[in-house]
């Protein structure tokens, strides 16, 4: 299982442990997929699981380099980051999914 997962604010942790929250704000589709993805992350051995679940867990570039993204409804995601110090990698660099173990969640909703 992911160690711990946190999220940013008590605002974002509020509304993602509340299905009715989720459901209020996104309808009944976007809260599933919410819940859904949320669950698969706390059932993770490790960050590396996500690559083999529907989804396509991702890094993300530019200004949103260090955080990673899981699909939703089309364009939306579940935006988090490693929530490491230091951040596990490998020797040649880059992200070491095998040893990330914490996640912070930073958002939900389109970053395009």
């Known amino acids: 299982m992911i160690v711990d997962i946190e ?26 997929l919410i819940q859904r993805r949320l669950a698969d992350l706390d059932a993770a051995e490790c960050l590396e699981v996500m690559r083999t679940l529907p989804g396509r867990c991702h890094e993300l570039a530019g200004n949103l380099k260090g955080r990673l993204a899981i699909d939703l409804v089309h364009p939306d995601r579940l935006v988090f980051a490693p929530n490491h110090e230091p951040l596990p990698s490998h020797d040649h660099g880059g992200l070491d999914w095998a040893h990330v173990t914490k996640i912070i969640v930073v958002g939900i909703g389109d970053y395009h």
Not at 9 to 16: F, I, Q, V
């Open 7 to 32: 999220f940013d604010t008590a605002k974002l942790a509020k509304l993602c442990n509340s299905a009715r929250k989720l459901r209020g704000k996104y309808g009944p589709r976007m809260a599933d």
